[in-house]
């Protein structure tokens, strides 16, 4: 069983009372690939092309190949937009950006 320091709660902008807790290394390593290729303006980029940019910075240690990249992403977005550190940009497809400009750290 993993250490409860290997962990950290998460939320969701979709689901606001709801918490998960999910592997730390995972979490931080897609957190810090992700925030630097989010513009700070709006619309901002598709999840798509997020993806596509951050996969070049992802670790390959925490992620061989990518793998699972997707979820994470997607638990790291979600989270994010809860906290208020990014946001949607007004038009379809889902477009995000960055609202804070200072690095964004977990304990």
Not at 1 to 29: C, F, L, N, W
Not at 59 to 69: I, M, N, Q, R
Not at 82 to 97: N, S
Request: with cysteine.
């Amino acid at each position: 069983m993993s250490d409860a320091g290997d962990r950290i709660e998460i939320e969701s902008i979709t689901s606001p009372h709801h918490k998960q807790r999910v592997d730390r290394v995972k979490y931080t390593a897609m957190r810090d690939a992700f925030l630097p290729v989010l513009p700070t303006t709006p619309p901002g980029i598709t999840v798509a092309e997020a993806k596509k940019a951050l996969l070049e910075n992802l670790s390959a240690d925490v992620f061989p190949g990518g793998a699972k990249a997707g979820w994470w992403l997607k638990a790291v977005q979600l989270d994010l937009e809860a906290k208020g550190v990014i946001a949607r940009g007004a038009v379809k497809p889902v477009r995000l950006y960055r609202l804070k400009h200072e690095c964004f750290h977990s304990s």
